[in-house]
Protein backbone atom coordinates (compact mmCIF):
# COMPACT_ATOMS: atom_id res chain seq x y z
CA UNK A 1 0.00 0.00 0.00
CA UNK A 2 2.88 2.28 0.59
CA UNK A 3 4.50 1.74 -2.66
CA UNK A 4 0.82 2.63 -4.47
CA UNK A 5 0.62 5.79 -2.39
CA UNK A 6 4.11 7.04 -3.04
CA UNK A 7 3.86 6.25 -6.60
CA UNK A 8 0.80 8.09 -6.94
CA UNK A 9 2.54 11.23 -4.63
CA UNK A 10 5.54 10.71 -7.57
CA UNK A 11 3.06 11.25 -10.51
CA UNK A 12 1.66 14.05 -8.14
CA UNK A 13 4.19 15.76 -8.31
CA UNK A 14 5.36 14.75 -12.05
CA UNK A 15 2.02 16.31 -13.04
CA UNK A 16 1.94 19.38 -11.02
CA UNK A 17 5.38 20.54 -12.43
CA UNK A 18 4.26 19.73 -16.19
CA UNK A 19 1.09 22.06 -15.24
CA UNK A 20 3.39 24.90 -14.54
CA UNK A 21 5.46 24.04 -17.79
CA UNK A 22 2.18 23.86 -20.35
CA UNK A 23 1.04 27.11 -18.17
CA UNK A 24 4.15 28.83 -19.24
CA UNK A 25 4.36 27.71 -22.72
CA UNK A 26 1.27 29.91 -23.58
CA UNK A 27 2.11 32.66 -21.37
CA UNK A 28 4.26 35.76 -21.59
CA UNK A 29 7.47 34.91 -20.01
CA UNK A 30 7.77 37.23 -17.14
CA UNK A 31 10.39 36.90 -13.95
CA UNK A 32 12.18 33.53 -13.17
CA UNK A 33 9.57 31.16 -11.67
CA UNK A 34 9.78 27.85 -9.84
CA UNK A 35 9.33 24.89 -11.36
CA UNK A 36 6.42 23.52 -9.87
CA UNK A 37 7.98 20.71 -7.57
CA UNK A 38 8.95 22.29 -4.71
CA UNK A 39 12.73 23.28 -5.37
CA UNK A 40 14.05 26.39 -5.52
CA UNK A 41 13.04 28.98 -8.44
CA UNK A 42 15.19 28.32 -12.02
CA UNK A 43 18.06 30.83 -12.28
CA UNK A 44 19.74 30.97 -15.67
CA UNK A 45 21.28 34.03 -17.13
CA UNK A 46 19.93 33.48 -20.84
CA UNK A 47 16.60 33.85 -19.43
CA UNK A 48 16.77 37.37 -18.47
CA UNK A 49 15.16 39.76 -21.13
CA UNK A 50 16.94 41.33 -23.92
CA UNK A 51 18.06 44.77 -23.19
CA UNK A 52 16.06 47.39 -24.23
CA UNK A 53 16.24 49.70 -27.55
CA UNK A 54 17.89 52.89 -27.01
CA UNK A 55 15.33 55.12 -28.54
CA UNK A 56 11.49 53.64 -28.86
CA UNK A 57 8.67 54.97 -31.57
CA UNK A 58 5.88 56.51 -29.81
CA UNK A 59 3.28 56.64 -33.04
CA UNK A 60 3.05 56.83 -36.76
CA UNK A 61 3.53 60.84 -36.38
CA UNK A 62 6.64 60.92 -34.40
CA UNK A 63 7.78 57.82 -37.30
CA UNK A 64 7.05 60.26 -39.98
CA UNK A 65 8.71 63.38 -38.30
CA UNK A 66 11.67 61.78 -37.82
CA UNK A 67 11.37 60.41 -41.69
CA UNK A 68 11.47 63.94 -43.09
CA UNK A 69 14.20 65.38 -40.49
CA UNK A 70 16.39 62.29 -40.72
CA UNK A 71 15.30 59.96 -43.86
CA UNK A 72 18.75 60.26 -46.65
CA UNK A 73 15.89 58.71 -49.29
CA UNK A 74 13.53 61.31 -48.57
CA UNK A 75 15.63 64.03 -48.00
CA UNK A 76 17.58 63.30 -51.26
CA UNK A 77 13.96 62.75 -53.15
CA UNK A 78 12.66 66.34 -51.81
CA UNK A 79 16.18 67.75 -53.14
CA UNK A 80 15.32 66.39 -56.38
CA UNK A 81 12.41 68.13 -56.79
CA UNK A 82 14.45 70.93 -56.17
CA UNK A 83 17.15 70.06 -58.59
CA UNK A 84 14.17 70.25 -61.38
CA UNK A 85 12.59 73.75 -60.37
CA UNK A 86 15.88 74.93 -60.30
CA UNK A 87 16.75 73.80 -63.99
CA UNK A 88 13.57 75.52 -65.22
CA UNK A 89 15.10 78.75 -64.51
CA UNK A 90 18.35 77.94 -66.27
CA UNK A 91 15.86 76.81 -69.25
CA UNK A 92 13.41 80.27 -69.14
CA UNK A 93 16.80 82.35 -69.11
CA UNK A 94 17.48 80.75 -72.89
CA UNK A 95 14.25 82.81 -73.96
CA UNK A 96 15.07 86.04 -71.83
CA UNK A 97 17.08 89.19 -72.58
CA UNK A 98 20.27 89.11 -70.44
CA UNK A 99 22.46 92.54 -70.11
CA UNK A 100 26.06 92.56 -68.95
CA UNK A 101 28.26 95.27 -68.31
CA UNK A 102 31.80 95.40 -67.36
CA UNK A 103 34.55 98.37 -66.31
CA UNK A 104 38.42 98.28 -67.44
CA UNK A 105 41.33 100.40 -66.66
CA UNK A 106 44.07 99.90 -69.34
CA UNK A 107 47.95 100.98 -69.22
CA UNK A 108 49.76 100.29 -71.65
CA UNK A 109 53.47 99.41 -71.18
CA UNK A 110 55.40 100.43 -74.44
CA UNK A 111 56.29 103.67 -75.29
CA UNK A 112 53.21 105.32 -77.47
CA UNK A 113 53.32 106.44 -81.25
CA UNK A 114 52.77 110.38 -81.19
CA UNK A 115 51.85 111.87 -84.69
CA UNK A 116 49.90 114.62 -86.02
CA UNK A 117 46.90 115.27 -88.22
CA UNK A 118 45.77 118.18 -89.95
CA UNK A 119 47.54 120.09 -86.98
CA UNK A 120 46.18 117.67 -84.05
CA UNK A 121 48.24 115.89 -82.09
CA UNK A 122 47.85 112.18 -81.48
CA UNK A 123 48.84 109.49 -79.02
CA UNK A 124 48.11 105.89 -79.77
CA UNK A 125 47.43 104.27 -78.01
CA UNK A 126 46.87 105.99 -74.35
CA UNK A 127 48.87 105.57 -71.53
CA UNK A 128 46.37 105.31 -69.62
CA UNK A 129 41.98 105.08 -70.41
CA UNK A 130 39.08 103.98 -68.24
CA UNK A 131 36.68 101.80 -70.64
CA UNK A 132 32.84 101.57 -69.29
CA UNK A 133 30.61 99.31 -71.28
CA UNK A 134 27.63 97.26 -71.76
CA UNK A 135 26.06 94.44 -73.77
CA UNK A 136 22.52 93.27 -74.26
CA UNK A 137 21.12 90.83 -75.88
CA UNK A 138 17.23 88.84 -76.30
CA UNK A 139 16.94 86.60 -77.87
CA UNK A 140 13.32 86.97 -80.08
CA UNK A 141 12.70 83.52 -82.07
CA UNK A 142 14.44 80.49 -80.12
CA UNK A 143 12.33 77.78 -80.67
CA UNK A 144 14.27 74.87 -78.96
CA UNK A 145 14.65 77.51 -76.02
CA UNK A 146 10.55 77.98 -75.92
CA UNK A 147 9.91 74.41 -76.03
CA UNK A 148 13.09 73.91 -73.43
CA UNK A 149 10.87 75.65 -70.47
CA UNK A 150 7.81 73.26 -71.09
CA UNK A 151 10.58 70.54 -71.31
CA UNK A 152 11.65 71.54 -68.07
CA UNK A 153 8.19 71.84 -66.45
CA UNK A 154 7.62 68.47 -67.38
CA UNK A 155 11.16 67.07 -65.76
CA UNK A 156 9.23 68.98 -62.69
CA UNK A 157 6.02 66.93 -62.74
CA UNK A 158 8.24 63.80 -63.16
CA UNK A 159 10.55 64.57 -60.02
CA UNK A 160 7.33 65.23 -57.98
CA UNK A 161 6.22 61.59 -59.21
CA UNK A 162 9.49 60.17 -58.23
CA UNK A 163 9.23 61.73 -54.47
CA UNK A 164 6.00 60.81 -54.22
CA UNK A 165 6.51 57.01 -55.07
CA UNK A 166 9.72 57.74 -52.88
CA UNK A 167 7.26 58.65 -50.15
CA UNK A 168 5.08 55.44 -50.49
CA UNK A 169 8.03 53.41 -50.57
CA UNK A 170 9.62 54.39 -47.62
CA UNK A 171 6.25 54.23 -45.72
CA UNK A 172 6.13 50.98 -46.40
CA UNK A 173 9.74 49.72 -45.28
CA UNK A 174 9.04 51.55 -42.31
CA UNK A 175 6.03 49.89 -41.69
CA UNK A 176 7.51 46.70 -42.13
CA UNK A 177 10.48 47.49 -40.59
CA UNK A 178 8.53 48.72 -37.14
CA UNK A 179 6.58 45.05 -37.37
CA UNK A 180 9.13 43.49 -37.90
CA UNK A 181 11.08 44.82 -34.46
CA UNK A 182 7.56 43.30 -33.14
CA UNK A 183 7.50 40.13 -34.53
CA UNK A 184 11.40 39.58 -33.26
CA UNK A 185 10.64 40.62 -29.76
CA UNK A 186 7.85 38.52 -29.81
CA UNK A 187 9.77 35.64 -31.05
CA UNK A 188 12.53 36.31 -28.27
CA UNK A 189 9.88 36.18 -25.60
CA UNK A 190 8.76 32.90 -27.16
CA UNK A 191 12.05 31.33 -26.98
CA UNK A 192 13.00 31.96 -23.13
CA UNK A 193 9.50 30.74 -22.47
CA UNK A 194 10.40 27.39 -24.69
CA UNK A 195 14.36 27.43 -22.65
CA UNK A 196 12.27 28.21 -19.12
CA UNK A 197 9.82 25.05 -20.31
CA UNK A 198 13.04 23.41 -21.09
CA UNK A 199 14.52 23.39 -17.74
CA UNK A 200 11.29 22.92 -16.02
CA UNK A 201 11.73 19.12 -17.83
CA UNK A 202 15.23 19.14 -16.87
CA UNK A 203 14.09 19.78 -13.02
CA UNK A 204 11.56 16.68 -13.37
CA UNK A 205 13.07 14.23 -14.89
CA UNK A 206 15.81 14.90 -12.11
CA UNK A 207 12.96 14.39 -9.63
CA UNK A 208 11.47 11.92 -11.27
CA UNK A 209 15.15 9.53 -11.22
CA UNK A 210 15.54 11.02 -7.67
CA UNK A 211 12.44 8.83 -6.86
CA UNK A 212 13.30 5.83 -9.01
CA UNK A 213 10.99 6.45 -11.88
CA UNK A 214 13.27 7.57 -15.17
CA UNK A 215 16.96 6.86 -16.52
CA UNK A 216 20.03 8.33 -16.67
CA UNK A 217 18.85 8.60 -20.38
CA UNK A 218 15.83 10.50 -19.79
CA UNK A 219 17.82 13.30 -17.69
CA UNK A 220 20.54 13.14 -20.92
CA UNK A 221 17.62 14.19 -23.08
CA UNK A 222 16.32 17.02 -20.80
CA UNK A 223 19.87 18.41 -21.18
CA UNK A 224 19.98 17.69 -24.44
CA UNK A 225 16.30 19.40 -25.43
CA UNK A 226 17.83 22.48 -23.06
CA UNK A 227 20.92 22.79 -25.21
CA UNK A 228 18.73 22.68 -28.32
CA UNK A 229 16.62 25.55 -27.03
CA UNK A 230 19.28 27.99 -26.17
CA UNK A 231 20.63 28.17 -29.62
CA UNK A 232 17.30 29.80 -31.17
CA UNK A 233 17.13 32.03 -27.90
CA UNK A 234 20.76 33.27 -29.29
CA UNK A 235 19.51 33.67 -33.01
CA UNK A 236 16.55 34.91 -31.99
CA UNK A 237 18.46 37.80 -29.56
CA UNK A 238 20.47 38.75 -32.59
CA UNK A 239 17.52 39.05 -34.87
CA UNK A 240 16.04 41.44 -32.18
CA UNK A 241 19.25 43.71 -32.41
CA UNK A 242 19.35 43.59 -36.00
CA UNK A 243 15.60 44.08 -36.67
CA UNK A 244 15.78 47.40 -34.72
CA UNK A 245 19.09 48.37 -36.38
CA UNK A 246 17.13 48.05 -39.42
CA UNK A 247 14.23 50.33 -38.18
CA UNK A 248 16.45 52.83 -37.19
CA UNK A 249 18.45 52.99 -40.35
CA UNK A 250 15.07 53.20 -42.47
CA UNK A 251 14.19 56.55 -39.69
CA UNK A 252 17.93 57.41 -41.00
CA UNK A 253 19.16 57.11 -37.00
CA UNK A 254 22.42 55.25 -36.56
CA UNK A 255 20.38 54.52 -32.80
CA UNK A 256 18.71 51.11 -32.87
CA UNK A 257 14.74 52.17 -32.51
CA UNK A 258 11.68 49.87 -30.96
CA UNK A 259 8.08 49.54 -31.76
CA UNK A 260 5.53 50.04 -28.97
CA UNK A 261 5.09 47.09 -27.68
CA UNK A 262 1.47 47.37 -26.87
CA UNK A 263 0.97 48.69 -30.44
CA UNK A 264 -2.64 48.59 -31.56
CA UNK A 265 -2.43 47.47 -35.01
CA UNK A 266 -6.26 48.74 -35.84
CA UNK A 267 -5.39 52.71 -34.74
CA UNK A 268 -2.20 52.07 -36.40
CA UNK A 269 -3.34 50.88 -39.88
CA UNK A 270 -6.15 53.89 -39.41
CA UNK A 271 -3.21 56.34 -38.74
CA UNK A 272 -1.06 55.05 -42.07
CA UNK A 273 -4.55 55.35 -44.50
CA UNK A 274 -4.63 58.97 -42.90
CA UNK A 275 -1.04 59.35 -44.20
CA UNK A 276 -1.79 57.08 -47.73
CA UNK A 277 -5.25 57.52 -49.89
CA UNK A 278 -5.76 54.08 -51.49
CA UNK A 279 -5.86 54.14 -55.19
CA UNK A 280 -6.92 52.07 -57.04
CA UNK A 281 -6.31 52.78 -60.13
CA UNK A 282 -2.98 51.33 -61.46
CA UNK A 283 -2.41 54.21 -63.67
CA UNK A 284 -2.56 56.89 -61.30
CA UNK A 285 0.15 54.87 -58.97
CA UNK A 286 3.11 57.17 -59.03
CA UNK A 287 5.63 54.70 -59.81
CA UNK A 288 3.57 54.20 -62.88
CA UNK A 289 2.63 57.79 -63.58
CA UNK A 290 5.97 59.10 -63.02
CA UNK A 291 7.97 56.18 -65.96
CA UNK A 292 5.00 57.62 -67.88
CA UNK A 293 5.87 61.06 -67.91
CA UNK A 294 9.46 60.13 -68.41
CA UNK A 295 8.48 59.19 -71.71
CA UNK A 296 6.87 62.62 -72.34
CA UNK A 297 10.36 63.57 -71.46
CA UNK A 298 11.63 61.30 -73.53
CA UNK A 299 9.38 62.28 -76.44
CA UNK A 300 10.32 66.18 -75.58
CA UNK A 301 14.02 65.15 -75.88
CA UNK A 302 13.84 63.69 -79.31
CA UNK A 303 12.16 66.64 -80.73
CA UNK A 304 14.60 68.95 -78.71
CA UNK A 305 17.14 67.22 -80.84
CA UNK A 306 15.17 68.27 -84.09
CA UNK A 307 14.73 71.74 -83.08
CA UNK A 308 18.78 72.56 -83.47
CA UNK A 309 18.62 72.57 -86.92
CA UNK A 310 16.07 75.15 -86.40
CA UNK A 311 17.55 78.97 -87.05
CA UNK A 312 16.97 81.63 -84.31
CA UNK A 313 17.21 85.38 -84.31
CA UNK A 314 18.21 87.49 -81.24
CA UNK A 315 18.77 91.36 -81.39
CA UNK A 316 21.97 92.76 -79.33
CA UNK A 317 22.99 96.00 -78.42
CA UNK A 318 26.19 97.88 -77.36
CA UNK A 319 27.30 100.80 -75.23
CA UNK A 320 30.68 101.43 -74.48
CA UNK A 321 32.35 104.74 -72.92
CA UNK A 322 36.16 105.44 -73.04
CA UNK A 323 37.85 108.60 -71.44
CA UNK A 324 40.65 107.86 -73.89
CA UNK A 325 39.28 107.90 -77.66
CA UNK A 326 41.54 107.68 -80.51
CA UNK A 327 40.20 109.16 -83.52
CA UNK A 328 36.66 107.89 -82.00
CA UNK A 329 34.08 109.58 -79.95
CA UNK A 330 33.77 109.10 -76.34
CA UNK A 331 30.35 106.98 -76.50
CA UNK A 332 29.34 104.41 -79.05
CA UNK A 333 25.90 102.85 -78.75
CA UNK A 334 24.55 100.49 -81.71
CA UNK A 335 21.86 97.81 -82.11
CA UNK A 336 21.72 94.82 -84.34
CA UNK A 337 19.68 92.04 -85.23
CA UNK A 338 21.42 88.97 -85.87
CA UNK A 339 20.15 85.14 -87.83
CA UNK A 340 21.80 82.32 -86.79
CA UNK A 341 21.83 78.93 -89.43
CA UNK A 342 22.96 76.27 -88.58
CA UNK A 343 24.95 74.47 -91.53
CA UNK A 344 27.75 71.64 -90.36
CA UNK A 345 28.57 71.05 -87.04
CA UNK A 346 30.53 67.47 -87.69
CA UNK A 347 27.29 65.58 -86.73
CA UNK A 348 27.05 65.99 -83.45
CA UNK A 349 22.98 67.03 -84.31
CA UNK A 350 22.49 63.55 -85.75
CA UNK A 351 24.35 61.65 -82.90
CA UNK A 352 22.28 64.06 -80.37
CA UNK A 353 18.79 62.64 -82.46
CA UNK A 354 19.83 59.29 -82.74
CA UNK A 355 20.58 59.12 -78.97
CA UNK A 356 17.14 60.65 -77.99
CA UNK A 357 15.46 58.38 -79.76
CA UNK A 358 17.03 55.61 -78.45
CA UNK A 359 16.27 56.66 -74.86
CA UNK A 360 12.74 57.15 -75.76
CA UNK A 361 12.52 53.52 -76.70
CA UNK A 362 14.20 52.96 -72.89
CA UNK A 363 11.72 54.77 -71.18
CA UNK A 364 8.72 53.52 -73.09
CA UNK A 365 9.96 49.95 -72.07
CA UNK A 366 10.23 51.02 -68.49
CA UNK A 367 7.13 51.92 -68.30
CA UNK A 368 5.89 48.83 -69.68
CA UNK A 369 8.15 46.84 -66.87
CA UNK A 370 6.86 49.39 -64.03
CA UNK A 371 2.85 48.89 -65.32
CA UNK A 372 3.52 44.99 -65.21
CA UNK A 373 5.26 44.68 -61.79
CA UNK A 374 2.63 47.27 -60.63
CA UNK A 375 -0.40 44.96 -61.96
CA UNK A 376 1.65 41.76 -60.45
CA UNK A 377 2.52 43.34 -57.25
CA UNK A 378 -0.50 44.83 -56.29
CA UNK A 379 -2.21 41.22 -57.51
CA UNK A 380 0.20 39.53 -55.20
CA UNK A 381 -0.02 41.42 -52.37
CA UNK A 382 -3.60 41.65 -52.15
CA UNK A 383 -3.59 38.29 -52.44
CA UNK A 384 -0.49 37.71 -49.70
CA UNK A 385 -3.53 38.72 -47.11
CA UNK A 386 -5.64 36.06 -47.17
CA UNK A 387 -3.03 33.36 -48.37
CA UNK A 388 -1.24 34.79 -44.55
CA UNK A 389 -4.64 34.35 -43.10
CA UNK A 390 -5.17 30.63 -44.24
CA UNK A 391 -1.73 29.66 -43.51
CA UNK A 392 -2.43 31.12 -39.76
CA UNK A 393 -5.24 29.61 -39.21
CA UNK A 394 -3.48 26.45 -40.16
CA UNK A 395 -0.44 27.50 -38.06
CA UNK A 396 -3.18 27.63 -35.17
CA UNK A 397 -4.37 24.26 -35.40
CA UNK A 398 -1.20 23.13 -35.38
CA UNK A 399 -0.02 24.86 -32.19
CA UNK A 400 -3.04 23.51 -30.80
CA UNK A 401 -2.16 19.68 -31.87
CA UNK A 402 1.10 20.12 -30.65
CA UNK A 403 -0.45 21.35 -27.30
CA UNK A 404 -2.64 18.74 -27.20
CA UNK A 405 0.07 15.89 -28.11
CA UNK A 406 2.24 17.80 -25.71
CA UNK A 407 0.08 17.76 -22.82
CA UNK A 408 -0.91 13.80 -23.32
CA UNK A 409 2.78 12.65 -23.75
CA UNK A 410 3.61 14.55 -20.45
CA UNK A 411 0.66 12.84 -18.28
CA UNK A 412 1.65 9.49 -19.88
CA UNK A 413 5.52 10.27 -19.36
CA UNK A 414 4.14 11.37 -15.34
CA UNK A 415 2.34 7.54 -15.11
CA UNK A 416 5.32 5.78 -16.42
CA UNK A 417 4.03 5.56 -20.53
CA UNK A 418 6.23 6.54 -23.09
CA UNK A 419 9.45 7.21 -23.19
CA UNK A 420 12.20 10.31 -22.48
CA UNK A 421 12.16 10.93 -26.00
CA UNK A 422 8.82 11.48 -27.00
CA UNK A 423 8.85 14.29 -24.16
CA UNK A 424 11.26 16.06 -25.87
CA UNK A 425 10.54 15.45 -29.63
CA UNK A 426 6.41 17.44 -28.25
CA UNK A 427 8.29 19.98 -26.65
CA UNK A 428 10.09 20.53 -29.66
CA UNK A 429 7.28 20.31 -31.80
CA UNK A 430 5.31 22.97 -29.55
CA UNK A 431 8.34 25.66 -29.66
CA UNK A 432 8.48 25.50 -33.28
CA UNK A 433 4.79 25.45 -33.70
CA UNK A 434 3.97 28.42 -31.25
CA UNK A 435 6.89 30.60 -33.10
CA UNK A 436 5.63 29.91 -36.32
CA UNK A 437 2.25 31.15 -35.47
CA UNK A 438 3.50 34.05 -33.63
CA UNK A 439 5.57 35.25 -36.90
CA UNK A 440 2.38 34.23 -39.42
CA UNK A 441 0.34 36.79 -36.88
CA UNK A 442 2.89 39.81 -37.61
CA UNK A 443 2.66 38.46 -41.51
CA UNK A 444 -0.40 38.73 -41.32
CA UNK A 445 -0.37 42.81 -40.15
CA UNK A 446 2.27 43.13 -42.60
CA UNK A 447 0.73 42.00 -45.51
CA UNK A 448 -2.49 43.93 -44.79
CA UNK A 449 -0.67 47.60 -44.45
CA UNK A 450 1.40 46.91 -47.19
CA UNK A 451 -2.27 46.15 -49.11
CA UNK A 452 -3.00 49.62 -48.11
CA UNK A 453 0.36 51.12 -49.33
CA UNK A 454 0.72 49.43 -52.78
CA UNK A 455 -1.32 51.63 -54.56
CA UNK A 456 -1.17 54.36 -52.28
CA UNK A 457 -0.77 58.30 -52.80
CA UNK A 458 1.62 59.44 -49.84
CA UNK A 459 1.47 62.84 -49.09
CA UNK A 460 3.87 63.80 -45.52
Given at each position: ?????????????????????????????????????????????????????????????????????????????????????????????????????????????????????????????????????????????????????????KNIEASELSFEDSRKQIAIDVVDAMLATLAAARVADLNRVGLRAALDRLRLTQVRL???????????????????????????????????????????????????????????????ERTCRLNEDIERRPDVAAARTRVEVGERAVRDAELQFAPSFAVTSQFAYTTAPVLAPFTTWSLAGVLSVPFYDGGARYGALRDSRAALEQARQALVRTRLSAIVGSAQVLRSVDVLRASRDVAFRQRDLAAEVDRRTREGYAHGLGTSLDLVISAQALRQAEIQLALLDFQVDEARANSVLINAECVY
Open positions: MQVVRRSRGIAAAILVGFGAVAGEVHAQPAEVQSDGVGGPPIADPMLAPPPPAPQQIASWEQALELIRTRSPEYISSYQAVRRAEAQRETALAAVLPSVNGQVAFVHQLARPLRFSIAGLSVVTPPANAWDFGAAASWPVINPRGIFGVGTADQFGQGTEVDVDRARQDVAAARSPLINGDEGLRQSREALGAALGSAVPFAAPVGLDFEAFEAAV
